[in-house]
């Protein structure tokens, strides 16, 4: 039997990913404050609100979304791991989080032998999701 003909499959662009939140505000300012990101675009309607947040490092956005009238924080469950920016240097990074306030965990190296794989410290946002801030090095540029 001959091999069928292959399709040409276009390959997907990752847009967004989108994260619930509680204080759209807070978030929103947690985010310009650490990430240099703002609004992009938001979507208001009765029940809940859109928020797309960017900067002009890339194009890719990270959705807030708020569920109006929602008291009880979300859980995280057992899937999400953490969102990953890239900096410079992660030392400079931290310092610069501390000296505005924030409370991001020290930085840590990731080794094989006396290999760098990467230099990296998490810090999290008001909801509590865990953001990771890797130095520009090796495979995460």
């Known amino acids: 039997m001959p091999a069928l003909p292959r399709r040409r499959i276009h390959m997907a662009k990752i ?8 204080d759209l505000d807070k978030s929103i300012r947690f985010y310009a404050d650490v990430l240099n990101l703002s609004e992009a675009h938001r979507l208001d309607f009765p029940d809940f609100a859109l928020v ?11 959705e807030l979304t708020l569920n109006k009238g929602r008291a009880e ?4 469950g057992t899937g ?3 969102i990953a920016v890239v900096v410079p240097d992660a030392a400079a ?7 505005k306030g924030h409370d991001p965990a020290p930085v840590k190296e990731f080794k094989r032998g006396d290999e760098l794989l990467a230099r990296f410290f998490f810090i999290q946002d008001p909801d509590g999701y865990k953001i990771e801030m890797l130095e520009r090095h090796g495979h995460y540029q």
């Open 15 to 22: 847009i967004h990913t989108m994260i619930r939140v509680l």
């Open 73 to 76: 924080p979300y859980t995280h």
């Open 93 to 99: 990074a931290r310092e610069a989080l501390v000296a």
């Open 80 to 82: 999400y791991g953490h």
């Open 52 to 62: 797309y947040l960017r900067n002009d490092e890339n194009d890719f956005e990270l």
